[in-house]
């Protein structure tokens, strides 16, 4: 079983600044890539940040040069530091692991942390 465990969510004023972590653990044998999504009230889920094994990164134009994705030493941890934040950020934030459990696996997952609730005051 795989487990994605978010931290760090919370209240910023306007211009301020968090940083979300999520930690994979369980029976992982490769991870494709690791992202955030954000899903506000009555709108859709969206992608915010994503890094790939590689180190590629990709972000939503909305938060580019305000967010930055980052990977831990493992390598099943993922960052997301926000900066500059707005009242238009507040969400909840997923975080997201595609990836293999085994080396029989042919085809990766997707798999969903329980989200963590980002609200940013004006």
């Known amino acids: 079983q795989v487990q994605l465990v978010e931290s760090g969510g919370g209240l910023a004023q306007a211009g301020g600044s968090l940083r979300l972590s999520c930690a994979a653990s369980?029976?992982?044998?490769?991870?494709?890539?690791m992202g955030w999504y954000r899903q506000a009230p009555e709108k859709q889920r969206e992608l915010v940040a994503a890094i790939t094994s590689d180190g590629n990164t990709n972000y939503a134009d909305s938060v580019k040069d305000r967010f930055t994705i980052s990977r831990g030493n493992a390598k099943s941890t993922v960052f997301l530091q926000m900066n500059s934040l707005k009242p238009e950020d507040t969400a909840v934030y997923y975080c997201?692991?595609?990836?293999?459990?085994?080396?029989?696996?042919?085809?990766?997952?997707?798999?969903w942390g329980q989200g963590t609730q980002v609200t940013v005051s004006s």
């Open positions: 997201n692991a595609d990836l293999r459990r085994t080396i029989a696996d042919i085809r990766s997952r997707n798999y």
């Open positions: 369980g029976s992982i044998f490769r991870i494709n890539a």
